[in-house]
């Protein structure tokens, strides 16, 4: 779950969902630093993202980690069959 900006209609912070994979290491440890690519799971909600924007990932409430985004690309078209 990924903070970044959007708000519920009572006007509260509202986390979007995005899988994530790490690039070059197999895993990250707890204070950790590395490049992430990130998925959305439902990208209208991520068109405002850009390169710059720092966004914040929750497992629960609290905040479990930070990202500043580097490049922010749509998604591909896929050709139907």
């Given at each position: 779950m990924r903070?970044?900006?959007?708000?519920?209609?009572?006007?509260?912070?509202?986390?979007?969902i995005a899988g994530l994979w790490i690039e070059?290491?197999?895993?990250?440890e707890s204070g950790g630093r590395a490049a992430?690519?990130?998925?959305?799971?439902?990208?209208?909600?991520?068109?405002h993202v850009?390169?710059?924007?720092?966004?914040?990932?929750?497992?629960?409430?609290t905040v479990a980690g930070t990202a500043l985004v580097l490049e922010a690309r749509p998604p591909a078209c896929r050709a139907g069959p």
């Open positions: 903070d970044i900006g959007n708000l519920s209609p009572t006007g509260g912070a509202s986390v979007s070059d290491v197999p895993f990250l992430v690519r990130l998925v959305p799971l439902t990208p209208s909600h991520w068109r850009e390169a710059g924007r720092r966004i914040t990932m929750h497992e629960n409430r």
